[in-house]
RNA sequence: GCCGCUGUGGUGGAAUUGGCAGACACCCGGGACUUAAAAUCCCGUGGGAGCAAUCCCGUACCGGUUCAAGUCCGGUCAGCGGCACCA
């Protein structure tokens, strides 16, 4: 019988839909495990090669605790708020609702052909105003504690086109679209107070199961640094200059001061500053740059010396010159830099340009007339009054305890973490629910309004003054005031696509609920999520983001748990063929479609899976998709091998035993390449042999299962097993069973290989130098060479060194 | 530039705590089957020398630690992800 994987898979695919074999079960005694991955925003290409990778590995996980007895929740939704949909809606004129909803059936249909076991009747749209109700409320609640407020922020505006743009759109500093020059433009934004959890934000990490690499870029993004801040006295004023530094100690050796050119002192220092009119004009040109433009090291220095200022040096009373420069950001720190060119690379580039004055204030290094000298672990420091003599670590601790005693300075905590911007001006996004009052201010909509609605409109263009679409809507913007009742304005900015993707694993759990975000019941017995997989990409920003809003509803009670997620994986990118990433201009983009259409899910699932180290990237191959059909078909054609024999043959007993063990710890490990390396290697064995007892087969079909769930429920219905396939247990191992009687030692001489010998399995090094030494070839090795040392490695390697 | 990651045959990759480099696949070559092709099955397959036993070289590059290094340490080069309004 040929293999029809069209058949068999549309066959289980409409049984487990009928059935709704993978819905939750009800039981709460029952030990949960809730699984999660990133929820796909629905774009107009389709799915994506790279989305099913992750998928697959926690279907596979999720599909294993089932048959492990766990009561597992495996959920999926669309994360369809945004930008990408809003612009094709807008170029093709149908309205993003409609854009949406036909993206959302075409991603439903890829899922389901591709036999995912998530339990469809949990799903979620963050579009859908029963969900985004509650992405307001929560902002509502935020707003209610002081943690979202308005700030002035530039937005990117192209001066062409008129509208404002995403980072994403200017490329080259030019308007993606037109290609002209985009500035920055001030508007009042909400913001959110991230920056209040930055402590918390680290700190929590440690108690999690995050992959290491996750938790270095979070810690480095937040960007703890513990330094001071010093007060430079403006000369000819009564003002003081406050600057952040890292590096106190060097203090002697700050030759002139630096300061943003946003920073409010050169406005309210206009008159005394001779050459205002050339410090405005570089603010001008800075402004149209990024920040990731003017912090690149590599980039030649630029500034405008302020000229009539000065600022004294609070240690030495000498005084220096200030500077404005774009490489000072007004986001970090106070905006003002003491600039130290003997032990800063970017002052040093900086005091070369503008021949200022370098003193060395650290001894240790070369000359530092040549190169700054930045290490901190050693050297002693010198030009510097009192604190000569001292090490760098000694010298930061002294200078803190002289700045707080002077009454110049105090020790400062900072970090690189800003608040999160909240505000975008769009339309497809969820509506913030807040009015202004001229009497009240910003007034929260009560509870009962929500969800606040997008108004259903024709026209959601941007406007041409950088305003939110919305903004147009008279008769929606015009409302009264929940407190007074006087005339209020709506708030026409919308919020960004992390909103609804903060929070979405806690609608999964209680998904219909209208009366809370969820209820308790569900909190208290799904939280947390107990395995989080995603992409690197999502690190900083979306992992973060939700961590945030996670800590903030457990403040105030709604969640039960400090964390969202307890365990935290990341898969690598799948490539094109040619090892370029997968786009529609380099033409190198699969369809999943094609592969389940001609090959079937299961070998899609399988290459999936095989396609190198999950962690890692890796460019895919259709001659690796065929392999692994090849593969699939061989499982099918195991039915011609089977005996009657019910448990394992002799001569297998062993080989089972290992590998029902490799592919369950495999599985655990998210090692799946090696899992299906495994399974291919025993089928290998099965016809070598020629046969295969129904024993053996029942054990692989239950290994295989999670990763080819089709073809594997059909062969054990097929063979007459119990059941259904899904409901049956995963298999153990003996581990007395794993292990040969023999193994095979290696024989080296100074560490190289000469030979290898069997011997008795369990040795300890004494027994197995004295096995070994009692062999033939061995006698030979050592012949006429003195024996120096002997190193024995049980079950594994002997080695002789020898004069 | 900053932060993080990666570098192993012709290709994707494998190799618990340092202990046989190249598992499992792909490609390629040879054979069986076939009128033929495809499919399938079997064999070979890191490079070099040798009839052979066997020997030498080999995990991006340079150096170090060790009886032993793909793995640890220092440096260099190359590629990838993120850099806050793509998600």
Known sequence: MDYQFQQIEKKWQEIWEKENTFKVLDDKTLPKFYALVEFPYPSGHG???????SYTALDIVARKRRMD???VLYPIGWDAFGLPTENFAIANKIHPKKVTADNVANFKRQLKSIGFSFDWTKEINTTDPAYYKWTQWIFLKLFEKGLAYKQEMPINFCTSCKVG??????????????????VRKNKSQWMLKITEYAQRLIDDLDDLNYIEKVKIQQKNWIGRSEGAEVQFAVSGTDDILTVYTTRPDTLFGATYMVLSPEHPYLDKYKDKIKNYEAAVQYREEAARKSEFERTELAKEKTGVKLEGLCAINPVNKKEIPIFISDYVLMSYGTGAIMAVPAHDDRDWDFAKKFDLPIIEVVSGGEDVQKAAYTDTDSGIMVNSGFLDGMEVKEAISAIRDYLEKEGIGKKKVNYKLRDWVFSRQRYWGEPIPLVHCDKCGWVALPESELPLTLPEVDNYEPTDNGESPLSKIEDWVNTTCPKCGGHAVRETDTMPQW???????LRYIDPM????????EAINYWLPVDWYNGGMEHTTLHL????????????????????PYAKRTSHGMILGENNEKMSKSRGNVVNPDDIVNEFGADTFRTYEMFIGAFDQATPWSMNGVKGCYRFIERVWNLQGLLTDEEGYSADMETTMHKTVKKVSED???????TAIASLMALINDFYKKGSITRGELKTFLLLLNPTAPHITEEMWVLAGFEGKLHEAKWPTYDEAKTKDETVEIV?????????KIMVAAGLDKAGLEQAVLADEKVKKLLDGKTVVKTICVPDKLVNFVVK
Not at 499 to 505: D, H, L, M, P, R
């Open 165 to 182: 743009l995403a980072n994403e759109e200017v490329v080259n500093g030019v308007c993606e679209r037109c290609g002209s020059e985009v």
């Open 513 to 520: 609920n209208n009366d809370a975000l969820a209820s308790q």
């Open 667 to 673: 599985i655990e490990r998210m090692k799946f390449n």
């Open 544 to 563: 973060l983001y939700s961590r945030f809003w996670h800590k903030f509803l457990y403040d105030i009670g709604v969640v039960n748990t400090p964390e």
């Open 499 to 505: 909103a609804g993707s903060s929070w979405y694993f």
């Open 69 to 71: 007895g766990y009561n």
């Open 747 to 755: 024989l080296q001489v100074c560490g190289k290989l000469k030979d």
């Open 47 to 53: 799915l994506h090669v790279g989305h099913p990778r």
